[in-house]
């Protein structure tokens, strides 16, 4: 077996399904609900525990009071370019998913970047398919190293949100092959033990039916692994029945079961087809320990016991932090520099720290990828801890981002009506109004509330104390029936119906319908919200509120006081909630309003600004010429304010190189669309050329360039040669030396390309083969040496049905990024 196991396990798996008849195996290929498979006692399967990712590991549920370590987003762990530290986040995930007594993670998700719009950017690593393959390799490789299964998803092309549960993405055969596929390709050859099926269809076939889950999947590249759904993607009994697809997932409905059974009775899936399926959920248990056959072991130490002491979760904690701060400093992307950081700690007397996301940042995108982190470090809190007690840090919120919108009650506004304890009351009533379940839990988005047999309605209720006075907006936020009041008062009753099935918006994230009231400074009001219960609308309920908006003039007033009277100035901005989210592409790569117009007011009133960008994707950056230094820190997960003050102060050079072209405008861009037409097809009209490929074919620049990433040190590149002592057949290498031209030890990422000038077939102008890191002292020089796969110099031929060498002159560029390739050289082939 791939990724663990041999002969002896193999036969041990053939065995076991054979002694289960055709009602068996078709009950264990459905979950047995949300979260869990069925388990089979007749060979000694035990349920497995599938959990969301890839930013960490929530567990089975949507509980706060479960937290886990939350990661910086896969955009940030792509812009490492280092698979080493990537790995050993993997583990930490690994780690993760044991203490919670979880078997499977569904990460890490392999789209591309194919155009900036896309809703989820912050979830996939990369426009560019080796980049992407080779991180998610080693993310899967740290993660699998602990028992745990890794999931490759969504296979394949599920690249934007628009429509994505019926979209019909368009695409070439090659440019499946070269783009799309290959990052799974690279995926299964790390020995990835499941692969999801995505929601869309590719070229006319919805992917849980798709011929492409046999070739070139398990066919051609030999996975043995599980082929598991989308939740809510196998939407057909026969079709995705006698497809490679094997697990539906959620259960323990669908459209398997027993329509399955009389399916393979009538001869329309093949029994052979089902006994696959039920041979590769059974190795699967059997590598992450859910199999313990009669009178035998289980193949593979399964996930730890949840409930383990408070000292050990303490310690894994607090290492998880040190991990996390690390990435936090080693993703940030220096997109410009002119001479402001690092700061110096010892000469500075005040620093200013503005902007609302310095208090409150955005450290994680939105949807099913979230997870309740164990504490967030703030940049605020961050800075404060790291800076000398003398130096006196002033900070101003600045205007709040338009479209922020009212947010989840919780411990610091509400308290739980019936024991006056911070929280909210959950209950959940039968149709005469009988408590049925009733819970105090830390917020108002309740997602997966319990509900036992008769449940009709979920209520939350707070007693809400004002910390100012004004006109406050409260949100209810869920499908169906509805009902807001204050102190008994109706604010919002109505029906409000779902306008998607989408489970990111039912389930997860669903809309919110607010109204706006006065309330008093310091005077209690009972707030309670109810939602009938219906088929098809879920059952996430959320209970939000905001306070009066800070008036706009007055809070950039106060902004741009603070940056006159201090030293130097971080202000931070970023996406919010409503731009960047599963369920929906984005409209426009601005930053809410009024962002921009908070930072060239900052600007003006002090140049010696650093200007951090909280976001998962591209964002136009309109003031960045008049920037003393712009530094992207993504979605930067709950160690970010340490990460950055330690980018921020010099202690660590910010180590990122982006793993996507950035745009100056969203009207550049040369791929932007993301809606399907009428027909629900999306054409993938631009073929092999996206991201900087497709930069390079319009002649055009944009504004930072595919690996762009600015250190705290200068290099020069010298030399680029064939290395005389490689020695494998399937790669070619070559040593770049570099030198090391600044003041301090830094480190830089070598990236080589190819380029075929006059080749018989459509080529980019050139595209990555390789990358290596390499670090240096003052003035030294060092050496990397990048080896490039023979794949990276073959294209797909479809009538040919394999990979094509094309003979003859390569041109091998090597530099910092793709637009900055000052050497070059000549490969024969």
């Not at 590598?287 to 310690?315: D, F, K, M």
């Not at 009001?525 to 009066?548: D, I, Q």
Request: hydrophobic residues 40%; aromatic residues 4%; charged residues 25%.
């Amino acid at each position: 077996m791939r990724g663990g196991g041999g002969g002896d396990g193999e036969e041990c798996v053939r065995l076991l399904a054979d002694k289960l008849d055709l009602r068996q195996k078709v009950r264990l290929l459905t979950g047995a609900d949300t979260w869990r498979t069925a388990a089979e006692p007749a060979v000694g399967l035990r349920e497995m525990v599938f959990s969301d990712g890839p930013a960490g590991v929530r567990g089975p549920g949507w509980d706060e009071r479960d937290t886990s370590a939350l990661l910086p987003s896969a955009s940030a762990l792509a812009a490492l370019w280092d698979e080493d530290r990537v790995r050993r986040l993997g583990a930490l995930l690994g780690d993760e998913a044991r203490r919670k007594g979880v078997h499977v993670l569904l990460a890490p998700t392999l789209n591309l970047h194919r155009g900036p719009l896309a809703g989820r950017h912050f979830e996939c690593f990369s426009e560019d398919p080796l980049l992407a393959g080779r991180t998610g390799a080693a993310l899967i490789r740290g993660i699998q190293s602990r028992g745990v299964a890794a999931t490759a998803k969504h296979y394949v092309a599920n690249d934007s949100e628009t429509g994505r549960l019926t979209l019909d993405a368009r695409i070439d055969e090659r440019v499946l092959r070269e783009l799309y596929l290959a990052p799974f390709e690279l995926a299964v050859r790390a020995g990835v033990w499941l692969v999801m099926s995505a929601y869309n269809g590719v070229n006319g076939t919805t992917m849980s039916e798709s011929c492409l889950l046999a070739e070139p999947l398990k066919g051609e590249w030999g996975f043995d692994g599980a082929v598991v759904s989308d939740w809510g993607a196998v939407r057909s009994t026969a079709a995705a029945g006698a497809a490679a697809q094997d697990l539906a997932m959620p259960g323990p409905c669908g459209p398997w079961g027993e329509e399955l059974v009389r399916a393979v009775r009538s001869g329309r899936v093949r029994e052979e087809a089902v006994a696959d399926k039920t041979r590769r959920l059974l190795r699967l248990a059997a590598r992450v320990g859910a199999l313990n056959p009669p009178g035998g072991r289980a193949a593979a130490q399964g996930p730890a016991e949840t409930g383990s002491a408070a000292a050990t979760e303490a310690a894994a904690a607090t290492g998880a932090a040190a991990v996390l701060r690390d990435a936090v400093a080693a993703s940030a992307v220096l997109l410009e520099n002119r001479g402001v950081l690092p700061f110096d700690a010892g000469r500075l007397r005040t620093l200013a720290v503005i902007g609302a996301h310095a208090g409150d940042p955005r450290v994680q995108g939105g949807g099913s990828a979230e997870v309740f982190p164990h504490s967030v470090v703030s940049p605020l809190d961050g800075i404060r801890a790291a800076l000398p007690p003398q130096v006196r840090v002033l900070h101003a919120p600045g205007p709040a981002p338009h479209d922020g919108g009212p947010v989840p009650v919780g411990r610091g506004l509400s308290r739980d009506p019936e024991t006056g304890e911070p929280g909210v009351r959950t209950r959940v009533l039968d149709a005469r109004g009988v408590t049925l379940h009733s819970v105090c839990v830390p917020s108002g988005r309740v997602l997966e509330p319990e509900l036992p047999p008769g449940s009709d309605t979920v209520e939350l209720a707070v007693v809400l104390r004002p910390a100012v006075s004004g006109v406050w907006t409260l949100g209810l936020g869920g499908f169906g029936r509805m009902r807001l009041t204050v102190d008994g008062v109706d604010l919002l009753d109505g029906e409000f119906p779902a306008e998607t099935d989408d489970p990111a918006v039912v389930h997860v994230r669903p809309p919110l319908h607010t109204a706006r009231i006065h309330l008093t400074e310091g005077r209690d009001v009972r707030v309670s919200a109810r939602r009938r219960l219906a088929p098809g609308t879920g059952r996430a309920t959320v209970l939000a509120a905001a306070p009066p908006a800070r008036d706009p003039v007055e809070a950039l007033a106060a902004a741009r006081a603070a940056a006159r009277a201090a030293d130097a100035v971080v202000v931070v901005v970023g996406t919010t909630d409503g731009t960047e989210c599963e369920g929906r592409d984005r409209g426009d790569l601005r930053l809410p309003p009024p962002q921009d117009e908070l930072v060239r007011a900052v600007l003006r009133a002090n140049p010696r600004t650093a200007v951090v960008v909280q976001a998962g994707g591209p964002v136009e950056l309109p003031w960045r010429a008049d920037a003393g230094a712009v530094l992207l820190s993504w979605f930067p997960g709950q160690e970010a304010g340490g990460g950055l003050a330690d980018v921020l102060l010099g202690r660590r050079e910010p180590g990122g190189r982006l793993p996507t072209t950035w745009p100056a405008v969203l009207a550049d861009a040369p791929v932007r669309d993301t809606r399907p037409d009428a027909d629900g097809r999306l054409p993938y009209a631009e073929g092999l050329h996206i991201g900087h490929r497709a930069w390079l074919r319009t002649g055009r620049a944009p504004v930072y360039w595919f690996g762009h990433g600015l250190g705290y040190t200068d290099w020069n590149f010298e030399s680029l040669d064939r290395s005389p002592a490689e020695q494998a057949t399937d790669t070619v290498e070559f040593m770049v030396t570099l030198r090391n031209t600044g003041a301090r030890y830094g480190r830089q990422v070598v990236q080589l390309y190819l380029a075929r000038p006059g080749s018989a077939v459509d080529r980019p102008a050139r595209w990555l083969a390789g990358w290596a890191a390499a670090e240096a002292g003052p003035g030294e020089r060092v050496t990397a040496v990048v080896r490039i796969p023979e794949r990276a110099l073959q294209y797909w031929s479809p009538a040919a049905g394999t990979w094509v060498t094309e003979p003859g002159g390569y041109e091998v560029l090597a530099g910092p990024t793709a637009g900055d390739l000052p050497l070059r050289t000549v490969l024969e082939v």
